[in-house]
């Protein structure tokens, strides 16, 4: 039983060579008016403008010439809009990246001033007596970790490390 | 001295020599595709005048941005891209005309008088046939049968899928016959 539908799938494989009739298709192809008409239509359509005349050398010629003519040739690939998008992307979660620390640092910042509110008084009102009190109540405190406090080794001379270093080794 | 078709450079070797300089690799690639370029446009609309122009259009934009070109896919299949949506450009410029010109040298060279009149008759009854189709019809139904593409790469070049490709062709194929009774 020849199925006129899968004939007709194949026609234009039968046309480009990449498939064949078995004899009982061919004999179907003419026998069935359907197919017989459809089969008709695929080989004029493999025809079509088959006997227009191309003058290709002189195509060839008005082409090299309109290259050497016309703007550079993009030999270099350009980017295309997915390597963009992928470009776009990348930079995007790079900012994201360096943004969000700095965000999150930056509210840690903000946030530092009411956090120590409560705990350092507003010295611009506070007599030179009052601050040497203060000094000396929070040296103890201070002297555990808050920036400031650590000396900066950097600045010392060769002598005063030797000497830091021999009080240290004394203790 | 008889060359053989595997003895040819095949089109990514020549397209890789085009992007090295070689111009004479870019001659070669109009050699191989052009008729088949004409053939289409022709078959789809494009006015008899404008085919060649056209043709060339294809071929400049396409050695211009070869790194378009993903060397998975055939390289005639993207110059019939280029060249569809040159004609679509063209066909807006128009206003959507399509042209239907029959010349003399379009018709096949057959040595008996009467085949050749009944073949001409037909040919020119399918033109006028593919003249009256929407557009992705009359493309697939060339792409399918004048050049003998698979639905998958008639998708690729049309920018739509194997099967809607497969769906184009059916009805084309239906409206023709009717059409040529």
Known sequence: MIDCSELSGRMPDVIAGRSEWSAEEARHLTECDVCAAEWRLVRIGSVLYAGREVATERMVQD????????????????????????GLAAAASVALAVWVPNRAHQSAVMALPARLGPVLPNL???????????????????????????????GLTAADLEQLSSLTETR | MIVSATDLPSDPELVAAWCGGDELAAAQLVRRHAAALTRYLAGAGAASSEVEDLVQETFLK????????????????????????????????????????????????????????????????????????????????????????????????????????????????????????
């Open chain 1, 63 to 86: 082409v090299l010439v309109r290259l050497r003519a016309g703007e550079p040739v993009a030999l270099v690939p350009r980017l295309s809009w997915r390597k963009f998008a992928m």
């Open chain 1, 124 to 154: 611009s009102n506070v007599t030179d007596e009052q601050l040497y009190r203060i000094s000396l109540a929070n040296a103890g405190h201070l002297a555990d970790g808050v920036p400031g406090t650590v000396p900066h080794l950097g």
């Open chain 2, 62 to 181: 396409a050695f211009r941005g070869l790194s378009g070109w993903r060397g998975g896919g055939s390289l005639r299949g993207w110059l019939f891209r280029i060249a569809s949506n040159l004609l679509k450009d063209r066909f807006r410029q128009s206003k959507g005309r399509v042209f239907l010109e029959i010349n003399d040298q379009d018709l096949p060279d057959h040595s008996d008088p009467a085949g050749e009149l009944a073949a001409s008759e037909a040919e020119q009854q399918l033109r006028e046939g593919l003249s009256r189709l929407p557009h992705m019809q009359r493309e697939v139904f060339l792409l399918r049968v004048q050049q003998g593409m698979e639905y998958t790469d008639i998708a690729g070049v049309l920018g739509t899928t194997p099967g809607a490709a497969r769906v184009h062709y059916h009805h084309a194929v239906k409206r023709l016959k009717e059409w040529m009774g």
